[in-house]
Structures are given as C-alpha cells and as structure tokens.
C-alpha cells in the first residue's frame, strides 16, 4: 500500500504562486480539480519539536476547515473548502476574488450597505454556534460580483457565550478605529445595524458587553497614563 506522502504534496504546494504570507501561513493560487484555488498552507517550524508541530498544524487545519464548513451550513459566505489535508497543514478552498473590505473602504464613497452586511454576516455565524475570533476588515473580501465574504477561520471556535461574541464585536471596532479612523464610528454604526437586524433580540446583551469590554480597554489605558509608563 502506497502511504500519503504530505512532504511530497508540500512540496508541490510549495512550487505555486505565493501571494500572501501570514504570521503562521501562506498563501497560494492554482487550480485545483480545474477549480481556481487558494492553498492556504501552515509551513512547518524548523525551530519547533517536528512531533508537536505536526499535531499544531494539524489540530489547526481542521479546526479551521470544520469552522469553515459550518459556516457555511450556517448561511454564512465563506469560501467553499475543495480539501483538506491536516497532515500537511493544508486546506484548499474557493478563491474569492476582490479586494479585502479594508481597502474598499479605503476609497471614498457610501460603504453602509457593505458595512451593514458585514454585520449580518457575523450575527449569522454567531446564530451557527460560532465566533470568529479574528474579524477585521482584513478578513472580509468584497467579490467581484458585489458579495461579500468573511474569510479566515484560523481563529474560529465553536461558542455561543455573550463574552466571546461580544469580543468579536469588539475586535471589529478597534480594527475599524485604528485603520480607518475618519470614518470608523459611522462605519460601526451601520455594522451594528446589519448585526441586530439579523441576531434579533439577543443582540442588545451582546452590544453592551461589547462596550464593558471596550471600558474595560480604557481603563487600562487611564492606568498607563497614571503610572506613566507602558505595561
Ligand atoms: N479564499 C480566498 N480567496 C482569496 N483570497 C484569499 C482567500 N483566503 C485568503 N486570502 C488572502 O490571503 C490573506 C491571508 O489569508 P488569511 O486566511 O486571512 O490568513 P491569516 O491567518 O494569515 O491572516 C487574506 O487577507 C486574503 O488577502
Ligand atoms: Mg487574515
């Protein structure tokens, strides 16, 4: 019997384009069964113990794939998984191609329609039992054919708790302010619109955690400024 070689298979991932390179992954185009493909690959660590890296990136990759597939049970657009290959540390999915919410709102004009769908996409993934843990605008794409797709589920788990979905919330909002300042309150706003217009009543509690943990932040930050020195 022929075993699976994933060394092989990395190599060969290895050979096309790259055209991203994450913290912990990367990312690259070509065609997969005739589909066009993103190859999203976590690169072995040569300073890591080979055994536990293997099982990192592998726990990660499935993690990621599962919440991915939910995801889109859930009604939410996420980029369709082709194959995963957890011993690789490889997932293969739909490529979605268009640029990321962060650089559309980076041009000026009326961004509330996707704002507001971007809020609704994360109150669909929270109504699927899931939190992103990462939701910048970063991790949004706007496809060429206008829809929008939230993307990146390295981060996902499967909770329903107020605390984690209204950290989500949160992250959403500190991305906005630190990337797109003139507009961020506004651009909240209609992101809150879209979110409570498809989580309905529960939304209220998690939009008041979301702003706890945002007093929380500064009161962190008065601290700093009191004792004069950066913790
Ligand atoms: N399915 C996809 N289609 C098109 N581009 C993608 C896709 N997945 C990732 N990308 C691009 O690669 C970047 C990094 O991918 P991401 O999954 O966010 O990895 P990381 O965990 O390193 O942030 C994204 O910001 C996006 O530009
Ligand atoms: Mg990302």
Redesign the pocket.
């Known amino acids: 019997m022929v075993s699976f070689d994933a060394e092989r298979l990395i190599e060969w991932v290895r050979s096309l384009e790259l055209?991203?390179r994450?913290?912990?992954?990367e990312?690259r185009v070509g065609s997969f069964m005739g589909l066009e493909a993103?190859f999203?690959l976590r690169v072995p660590k040569p300073y890591m113990d080979p055994e536990l890296d293997l099982e990192l990136r592998s726990f990660r990759t499935r993690r990621e794939a599962k919440a991915m597939a939910a995801a889109i049970s859930g009604g939410v657009r996420a980029?369709r998984v082709y194959a995963v290959f957890p011993s690789a540390g490889l997932i293969v999915?739909?490529?979605?191609?268009g640029p990321?919410l962060k650089e559309r709102l980076q041009v000026h004009g009326d961004h509330g329609h996707l704002l507001h769908e971007a809020g609704g996409m994360l109150a669909r993934l929270h109504r699927a039992g899931l939190v992103h843990g990462d939701p910048t605008t970063?991790?949004y794409?706007v496809a060429e054919t206008g829809m929008l797709y939230l993307?990146?589920y390295?981060l996902s788990s499967f909770s329903t708790s107020i605390e984690d979905r209204a950290v989500d919330i949160h992250l959403f909002r500190r991305a906005l302010e630190s990337t797109h300042a003139t507009i961020a309150q506004e651009a909240f706003t209609n992101f809150m619109e879209g979110y409570k217009r498809v989580m309905g009543e529960e939304a209220g509690k998690v939009e008041e955690r979301a702003e706890e943990i945002r007093l929380r932040g500064r009161y962190v930050e008065k601290r700093r400024t009191i004792w004069g020195r950066t913790l």
């Open positions: 055209v991203k994450g913290a912990e992954s990312i993103v999203k980029p999915m739909e490529r979605i191609k990321l970063s991790n794409i993307i990146d390295g």
